[in-house]
């Protein structure tokens, strides 16, 4: 049975940083492509970073480029994404996602990513 489980959401101040992490059970994460999404409280999923199988290859959504990284430790089957001089607008439910039938991540397109975690609550707040 496929899962992922993400962890490392809380509660931070403006400025300060997280890491998530997204760790599946069932598969190996370096053989497909991930991605990391968020929801706020009344608006759609969003697409904000993503790692294909080359792990060289990723993207981001344009507000989060240069304070978001989204990295791979193959030992450990486990995704991350930093998240560096967070600002109160990146409060969300992050989730991460694998695409099972594809080698190359987007942040476009919730409905291409076949498995999803159950989400980590991040806040930013002072």
């Known amino acids: 049975q496929v899962q992922l489980v993400e962890s490392g959401g809380g509660l931070v101040q403006p400025g300060g940083s997280l890491r998530l992490s997204c760790a599946p059970s069932?598969?190996?994460?370096?053989?497909?492509?991930i991605g990391w999404f968020r929801q706020a409280p009344g608006k759609e999923r969003e697409g904000v970073a993503c790692?294909?199988?080359?792990?060289?290859?990723?993207d981001y959504v344009d507000s989060v480029k240069g304070r978001f990284t989204v990295y791979r430790d193959n030992a450990k089957n486990t995704v991350y994404l930093q998240m560096n001089s967070l600002k109160p607008e990146d409060t969300a439910v992050y989730y991460c996602?694998?695409?099972?039938?594809?080698?190359?991540?987007?942040?476009?397109?919730?409905?291409?990513?076949?498995?999803w975690g159950q989400g980590t609550q991040v806040t930013v707040s002072s």
């Open positions: 790692m294909s199988v080359n792990e060289d290859i990723t």
């Open positions: 069932g598969f190996t994460l370096e053989h497909h492509a």
């Open positions: 996602a694998v695409d099972v039938d594809s080698n190359y991540c987007s942040v476009v397109g919730v409905n291409r990513y076949d498995y």
